[in-house]
Protein backbone atom coordinates (compact mmCIF):
# COMPACT_ATOMS: atom_id res chain seq x y z
CA UNK A 1 0.00 0.00 0.00
CA UNK A 2 1.60 3.58 0.82
CA UNK A 3 4.78 4.02 2.12
CA UNK A 4 5.05 5.20 5.75
CA UNK A 5 4.84 8.87 5.44
CA UNK A 6 2.38 8.66 2.14
CA UNK A 7 0.28 6.92 4.61
CA UNK A 8 0.88 9.94 7.39
CA UNK A 9 -0.34 12.53 4.52
CA UNK A 10 -3.05 10.36 4.05
CA UNK A 11 -4.71 10.13 6.72
CA UNK A 12 -4.19 13.96 7.41
CA UNK A 13 -5.79 14.47 4.37
CA UNK A 14 -8.66 12.17 5.14
CA UNK A 15 -8.98 13.48 8.63
CA UNK A 16 -9.58 17.06 6.69
CA UNK A 17 -12.08 15.63 4.48
CA UNK A 18 -14.04 14.46 7.73
CA UNK A 19 -14.03 17.14 9.54
CA UNK A 20 -15.88 19.46 7.33
CA UNK A 21 -18.89 17.24 7.60
CA UNK A 22 -20.01 17.14 3.71
CA UNK A 23 -21.80 14.07 2.34
CA UNK A 24 -20.19 14.03 -1.45
CA UNK A 25 -20.69 12.10 -4.36
CA UNK A 26 -17.41 12.93 -7.39
CA UNK A 27 -16.84 11.95 -10.68
CA UNK A 28 -13.38 11.13 -12.41
CA UNK A 29 -13.30 11.08 -16.12
CA UNK A 30 -9.71 8.71 -15.94
CA UNK A 31 -9.21 5.34 -16.57
CA UNK A 32 -5.65 5.79 -15.34
CA UNK A 33 -7.45 7.11 -11.97
CA UNK A 34 -10.03 4.59 -11.65
CA UNK A 35 -6.68 2.04 -11.61
CA UNK A 36 -5.15 4.10 -8.50
CA UNK A 37 -8.82 4.50 -6.64
CA UNK A 38 -9.19 0.64 -6.89
CA UNK A 39 -5.28 -0.75 -6.84
CA UNK A 40 -4.72 1.70 -3.63
CA UNK A 41 -8.32 0.80 -1.36
CA UNK A 42 -8.91 4.33 -1.60
CA UNK A 43 -12.81 3.88 -2.48
CA UNK A 44 -13.39 2.39 1.00
CA UNK A 45 -10.77 5.18 2.74
CA UNK A 46 -12.65 8.11 1.16
CA UNK A 47 -16.29 6.53 1.72
CA UNK A 48 -15.55 6.77 5.25
CA UNK A 49 -14.66 9.90 4.87
CA UNK A 50 -18.19 10.97 4.01
CA UNK A 51 -17.06 10.58 -0.06
CA UNK A 52 -18.44 8.53 -2.94
CA UNK A 53 -16.45 8.26 -5.85
CA UNK A 54 -17.06 6.80 -9.55
CA UNK A 55 -16.01 6.20 -12.45
CA UNK A 56 -16.89 8.10 -15.39
CA UNK A 57 -16.33 7.84 -19.58
CA UNK A 58 -12.96 8.27 -19.06
CA UNK A 59 -11.88 5.10 -21.33
CA UNK A 60 -11.24 6.19 -24.83
CA UNK A 61 -11.51 2.47 -25.99
CA UNK A 62 -14.54 2.08 -24.16
CA UNK A 63 -16.26 4.86 -25.36
CA UNK A 64 -15.55 3.88 -28.90
CA UNK A 65 -18.45 2.38 -30.63
CA UNK A 66 -19.27 -0.77 -32.01
CA UNK A 67 -19.82 0.78 -35.64
CA UNK A 68 -16.66 2.35 -35.32
CA UNK A 69 -15.21 -1.30 -34.58
CA UNK A 70 -17.13 -3.04 -37.54
CA UNK A 71 -15.97 -0.66 -39.75
CA UNK A 72 -12.03 -1.32 -39.09
CA UNK A 73 -13.37 -4.91 -39.50
CA UNK A 74 -14.94 -4.27 -43.10
CA UNK A 75 -11.89 -2.82 -43.82
CA UNK A 76 -9.82 -5.83 -42.77
CA UNK A 77 -12.06 -8.28 -44.44
CA UNK A 78 -11.44 -6.30 -47.88
CA UNK A 79 -8.20 -6.26 -48.17
CA UNK A 80 -6.76 -3.22 -46.07
CA UNK A 81 -4.24 -3.61 -43.57
CA UNK A 82 -5.52 -2.75 -40.43
CA UNK A 83 -3.15 -1.17 -37.55
CA UNK A 84 -4.33 -0.39 -33.86
CA UNK A 85 -2.80 -0.54 -30.29
CA UNK A 86 -3.90 -3.71 -28.74
CA UNK A 87 -6.69 -3.08 -26.25
CA UNK A 88 -8.69 -2.37 -29.79
CA UNK A 89 -8.34 -5.72 -31.20
CA UNK A 90 -10.29 -7.83 -28.57
CA UNK A 91 -13.11 -5.52 -28.83
CA UNK A 92 -16.13 -7.65 -29.35
CA UNK A 93 -19.28 -6.95 -31.64
CA UNK A 94 -21.96 -8.54 -33.23
CA UNK A 95 -19.96 -9.52 -35.73
CA UNK A 96 -16.71 -10.49 -33.55
CA UNK A 97 -13.37 -8.59 -33.11
CA UNK A 98 -10.39 -7.64 -35.29
CA UNK A 99 -8.44 -10.15 -33.63
CA UNK A 100 -11.58 -12.69 -35.34
CA UNK A 101 -10.82 -10.76 -38.44
CA UNK A 102 -7.11 -11.59 -38.40
CA UNK A 103 -7.61 -15.11 -37.23
CA UNK A 104 -10.04 -15.40 -40.43
CA UNK A 105 -6.79 -14.60 -42.57
CA UNK A 106 -7.26 -10.57 -42.76
CA UNK A 107 -4.02 -8.52 -42.35
CA UNK A 108 -4.56 -7.11 -38.89
CA UNK A 109 -1.24 -5.57 -36.77
CA UNK A 110 -0.76 -4.65 -33.51
CA UNK A 111 1.24 -1.26 -33.07
CA UNK A 112 2.71 0.94 -30.70
CA UNK A 113 2.66 4.25 -32.09
CA UNK A 114 1.52 5.28 -35.76
CA UNK A 115 4.76 5.74 -36.56
CA UNK A 116 5.13 2.03 -36.47
CA UNK A 117 2.10 1.91 -38.72
CA UNK A 118 3.45 4.84 -41.24
CA UNK A 119 6.82 2.65 -41.63
CA UNK A 120 4.66 -0.69 -42.16
CA UNK A 121 2.86 1.18 -45.00
CA UNK A 122 5.83 2.15 -46.74
CA UNK A 123 6.96 -1.11 -46.74
CA UNK A 124 3.97 -2.21 -48.70
CA UNK A 125 1.95 -1.10 -51.88
CA UNK A 126 -1.59 -2.53 -50.19
CA UNK A 127 -3.80 0.18 -48.53
CA UNK A 128 -3.34 0.17 -45.34
CA UNK A 129 -5.45 2.52 -42.37
CA UNK A 130 -3.76 3.18 -38.76
CA UNK A 131 -7.50 3.32 -36.43
CA UNK A 132 -6.11 6.03 -34.24
CA UNK A 133 -8.41 6.43 -30.64
CA UNK A 134 -7.88 8.49 -27.82
CA UNK A 135 -8.94 11.67 -26.14
CA UNK A 136 -6.96 15.18 -26.62
CA UNK A 137 -3.99 13.70 -25.00
CA UNK A 138 -3.21 11.17 -28.00
CA UNK A 139 -4.97 13.42 -30.80
CA UNK A 140 -1.64 15.22 -31.20
CA UNK A 141 0.88 12.30 -31.82
CA UNK A 142 -2.14 11.61 -34.84
CA UNK A 143 -1.54 14.66 -36.15
CA UNK A 144 2.31 14.94 -36.33
CA UNK A 145 2.90 12.38 -39.18
CA UNK A 146 0.11 14.11 -41.64
CA UNK A 147 2.14 17.25 -41.31
CA UNK A 148 5.09 15.06 -43.14
CA UNK A 149 4.94 13.20 -46.31
CA UNK A 150 3.19 10.53 -45.95
CA UNK A 151 2.73 7.29 -48.12
CA UNK A 152 -0.07 7.37 -50.43
CA UNK A 153 -1.30 4.24 -49.25
CA UNK A 154 -1.36 5.43 -45.44
CA UNK A 155 -4.72 6.68 -44.23
CA UNK A 156 -6.23 7.35 -40.32
CA UNK A 157 -9.46 6.51 -39.36
CA UNK A 158 -10.06 8.97 -36.47
CA UNK A 159 -11.98 7.75 -33.36
CA UNK A 160 -10.46 10.72 -31.39
CA UNK A 161 -12.54 12.30 -28.78
CA UNK A 162 -12.88 15.29 -26.65
CA UNK A 163 -13.55 15.82 -23.15
CA UNK A 164 -15.77 18.93 -23.08
CA UNK A 165 -18.59 18.17 -24.84
CA UNK A 166 -19.51 14.49 -22.81
CA UNK A 167 -18.95 16.36 -19.55
CA UNK A 168 -21.97 18.49 -20.52
CA UNK A 169 -23.85 15.69 -22.07
CA UNK A 170 -23.43 13.67 -18.34
CA UNK A 171 -25.30 16.79 -16.69
CA UNK A 172 -27.83 17.42 -19.51
CA UNK A 173 -29.12 13.73 -19.31
CA UNK A 174 -29.89 14.43 -16.08
CA UNK A 175 -29.14 10.58 -14.76
CA UNK A 176 -26.13 11.67 -12.42
CA UNK A 177 -26.30 13.74 -9.80
CA UNK A 178 -22.66 14.68 -8.72
CA UNK A 179 -21.08 16.93 -6.50
CA UNK A 180 -17.68 17.29 -7.57
CA UNK A 181 -15.25 16.58 -10.93
CA UNK A 182 -11.73 14.94 -10.50
CA UNK A 183 -10.23 16.14 -13.98
CA UNK A 184 -8.40 14.01 -16.02
CA UNK A 185 -4.48 15.24 -15.65
CA UNK A 186 -3.27 13.76 -19.12
CA UNK A 187 -5.71 15.73 -20.67
CA UNK A 188 -5.60 18.50 -18.76
CA UNK A 189 -1.79 18.77 -20.07
CA UNK A 190 -2.62 19.54 -23.69
CA UNK A 191 -6.19 21.77 -22.82
CA UNK A 192 -5.02 23.22 -19.57
CA UNK A 193 -7.74 24.02 -17.20
CA UNK A 194 -9.22 26.98 -18.10
CA UNK A 195 -11.54 25.96 -21.00
CA UNK A 196 -13.23 24.07 -17.96
CA UNK A 197 -14.14 27.59 -16.35
CA UNK A 198 -17.16 28.18 -18.47
CA UNK A 199 -18.85 24.64 -17.86
CA UNK A 200 -17.70 24.28 -14.34
CA UNK A 201 -19.99 28.09 -13.66
CA UNK A 202 -23.10 26.90 -15.98
CA UNK A 203 -23.61 23.48 -14.20
CA UNK A 204 -22.35 25.15 -10.75
CA UNK A 205 -19.84 22.17 -10.45
CA UNK A 206 -16.52 22.18 -8.89
CA UNK A 207 -13.31 20.71 -10.44
CA UNK A 208 -10.09 19.65 -9.79
CA UNK A 209 -7.37 18.64 -12.23
CA UNK A 210 -5.41 15.60 -10.45
CA UNK A 211 -2.80 13.46 -10.71
CA UNK A 212 -2.37 9.60 -11.03
CA UNK A 213 -0.59 9.11 -6.89
CA UNK A 214 -2.53 7.78 -4.35
CA UNK A 215 -2.04 11.35 -2.79
CA UNK A 216 -3.27 13.07 -5.63
CA UNK A 217 -6.67 11.80 -5.69
CA UNK A 218 -6.88 12.18 -1.73
CA UNK A 219 -6.04 15.90 -2.28
CA UNK A 220 -8.30 16.11 -5.05
CA UNK A 221 -11.10 15.10 -3.19
CA UNK A 222 -10.16 17.18 -0.17
CA UNK A 223 -9.76 20.28 -2.35
CA UNK A 224 -13.22 19.26 -4.30
CA UNK A 225 -14.97 19.19 0.08
CA UNK A 226 -13.25 22.35 0.31
CA UNK A 227 -15.41 23.98 -2.25
CA UNK A 228 -18.38 22.73 -1.11
CA UNK A 229 -17.38 23.66 2.37
CA UNK A 230 -16.70 27.02 1.19
CA UNK A 231 -19.45 28.00 -0.88
CA UNK A 232 -17.49 28.36 -3.78
CA UNK A 233 -17.38 27.07 -7.66
CA UNK A 234 -13.95 26.86 -9.41
CA UNK A 235 -11.44 24.72 -11.32
CA UNK A 236 -8.31 24.68 -9.47
CA UNK A 237 -5.18 22.47 -9.95
CA UNK A 238 -3.81 19.40 -8.04
CA UNK A 239 -1.48 18.33 -10.63
CA UNK A 240 1.03 21.47 -10.61
CA UNK A 241 3.84 19.93 -10.89
CA UNK A 242 2.57 19.08 -14.99
CA UNK A 243 -0.47 21.04 -15.91
CA UNK A 244 -0.35 24.89 -16.78
CA UNK A 245 -3.65 26.93 -17.13
CA UNK A 246 -3.07 27.27 -20.61
CA UNK A 247 -1.68 23.73 -21.18
CA UNK A 248 0.64 22.93 -24.40
CA UNK A 249 -0.22 25.19 -27.03
CA UNK A 250 1.91 23.28 -29.37
CA UNK A 251 -0.10 20.28 -28.62
CA UNK A 252 -3.07 22.35 -28.88
CA UNK A 253 -2.38 23.91 -32.01
CA UNK A 254 -1.42 20.84 -34.18
CA UNK A 255 -4.86 19.63 -32.91
CA UNK A 256 -6.50 22.94 -34.35
CA UNK A 257 -4.17 22.92 -37.70
CA UNK A 258 -5.05 18.85 -38.20
CA UNK A 259 -9.04 18.15 -36.74
CA UNK A 260 -12.48 19.54 -36.72
CA UNK A 261 -14.97 18.78 -34.33
CA UNK A 262 -17.90 16.82 -35.59
CA UNK A 263 -20.94 15.12 -33.97
CA UNK A 264 -20.43 11.63 -32.77
CA UNK A 265 -22.12 9.16 -30.51
CA UNK A 266 -19.87 7.61 -28.12
CA UNK A 267 -20.64 4.24 -26.50
CA UNK A 268 -23.72 4.23 -23.99
CA UNK A 269 -24.62 7.68 -25.58
CA UNK A 270 -26.42 9.21 -27.54
CA UNK A 271 -24.90 11.13 -30.56
CA UNK A 272 -23.02 14.12 -29.00
CA UNK A 273 -22.36 17.53 -30.98
CA UNK A 274 -19.05 18.49 -31.39
CA UNK A 275 -17.64 15.58 -29.53
CA UNK A 276 -14.84 13.63 -31.81
CA UNK A 277 -12.16 14.53 -33.97
CA UNK A 278 -12.27 13.88 -38.16
CA UNK A 279 -9.74 15.06 -39.80
CA UNK A 280 -10.00 17.90 -41.70
CA UNK A 281 -10.48 18.29 -45.67
CA UNK A 282 -7.52 19.32 -46.46
CA UNK A 283 -6.35 15.70 -45.13
CA UNK A 284 -8.97 13.97 -47.56
CA UNK A 285 -6.07 11.54 -48.66
CA UNK A 286 -5.70 10.48 -45.73
CA UNK A 287 -8.67 10.05 -44.28
CA UNK A 288 -9.52 6.24 -44.16
CA UNK A 289 -13.58 7.69 -44.50
CA UNK A 290 -12.83 9.44 -47.68
CA UNK A 291 -10.45 7.12 -49.19
CA UNK A 292 -12.77 4.04 -48.61
CA UNK A 293 -15.92 4.96 -48.64
CA UNK A 294 -16.65 2.87 -50.93
CA UNK A 295 -15.40 -0.34 -48.56
CA UNK A 296 -17.07 1.30 -45.14
CA UNK A 297 -20.54 1.40 -47.19
CA UNK A 298 -20.42 -2.29 -46.94
CA UNK A 299 -20.09 -2.52 -43.00
CA UNK A 300 -23.49 -4.28 -41.71
CA UNK A 301 -25.44 -3.20 -38.76
CA UNK A 302 -24.51 -4.41 -35.20
CA UNK A 303 -25.95 -4.15 -31.88
CA UNK A 304 -24.35 -1.74 -29.75
CA UNK A 305 -23.68 -3.95 -26.82
CA UNK A 306 -23.47 -7.65 -26.59
CA UNK A 307 -26.75 -9.10 -25.32
CA UNK A 308 -26.29 -8.69 -21.38
CA UNK A 309 -23.49 -6.35 -21.45
CA UNK A 310 -24.30 -3.11 -19.34
CA UNK A 311 -20.82 -1.31 -20.16
CA UNK A 312 -22.79 2.01 -21.16
CA UNK A 313 -23.90 2.07 -17.32
CA UNK A 314 -20.60 1.55 -16.36
CA UNK A 315 -19.47 4.83 -18.78
CA UNK A 316 -22.43 7.06 -17.29
CA UNK A 317 -21.62 6.23 -13.32
CA UNK A 318 -25.01 4.52 -13.16
CA UNK A 319 -23.60 1.37 -11.97
CA UNK A 320 -20.34 -0.17 -10.66
CA UNK A 321 -18.81 -2.89 -12.99
CA UNK A 322 -19.76 -5.95 -10.25
CA UNK A 323 -23.20 -4.43 -10.96
CA UNK A 324 -23.76 -6.42 -13.82
CA UNK A 325 -24.47 -9.63 -14.17
CA UNK A 326 -22.17 -10.73 -16.55
CA UNK A 327 -18.86 -9.56 -14.45
CA UNK A 328 -16.76 -12.09 -13.85
CA UNK A 329 -19.00 -15.21 -14.68
CA UNK A 330 -19.16 -15.47 -18.63
CA UNK A 331 -17.08 -11.75 -18.95
CA UNK A 332 -13.66 -11.84 -17.86
CA UNK A 333 -10.26 -10.57 -19.25
CA UNK A 334 -9.58 -13.36 -21.43
CA UNK A 335 -13.47 -14.20 -22.67
CA UNK A 336 -14.96 -10.22 -22.33
CA UNK A 337 -18.19 -9.38 -23.37
CA UNK A 338 -17.51 -5.55 -23.61
CA UNK A 339 -14.64 -3.14 -24.00
CA UNK A 340 -14.47 -1.99 -20.47
CA UNK A 341 -13.10 -5.61 -19.57
CA UNK A 342 -10.84 -5.43 -22.31
CA UNK A 343 -8.97 -2.16 -21.94
CA UNK A 344 -6.26 -1.49 -19.39
CA UNK A 345 -8.32 1.65 -18.46
CA UNK A 346 -11.48 -0.13 -18.36
CA UNK A 347 -13.57 0.16 -15.18
CA UNK A 348 -14.52 -3.65 -15.46
CA UNK A 349 -11.00 -4.63 -16.06
CA UNK A 350 -9.55 -2.43 -13.39
CA UNK A 351 -11.81 -4.07 -10.72
CA UNK A 352 -11.30 -7.89 -11.88
CA UNK A 353 -7.98 -7.19 -11.69
CA UNK A 354 -7.48 -5.90 -8.12
CA UNK A 355 -11.11 -8.02 -6.97
CA UNK A 356 -10.84 -9.63 -3.32
CA UNK A 357 -10.99 -13.48 -4.04
Request: some cysteine; hydrophobic content about 40%.
Amino acid sequence: MFKYRDETTAKKILELIKDMGIESKFMHVCGTHQDTIVRFGLEDMLADAGVQIQQGPGCPVCVTTSKEIADAITLAKNGVTITAFGDMMRVPTTIGSLFDAKADGADVRIVYSIEDAVKMAKEQTKPLVFVSVGFETTAPSTAVPLHKELPPNFSIYSCHRICPPILETIFNMGENKVNGLIMPGHVCVVTGYECFREFGQKYKMPQVVAGFEPLDILMSCYMLTKQRYEGRIDVENEYTRLVKPEGNPIARKLIEDTFEPVDRAWRGFPVIPKSALALKPEFAAHDATKVHADILAKTPEVEAEAKGCRCGEVLRGLIKSEQCPMFGKSCKPMSPKGPCMVSEEGSCHIAFKYRKV
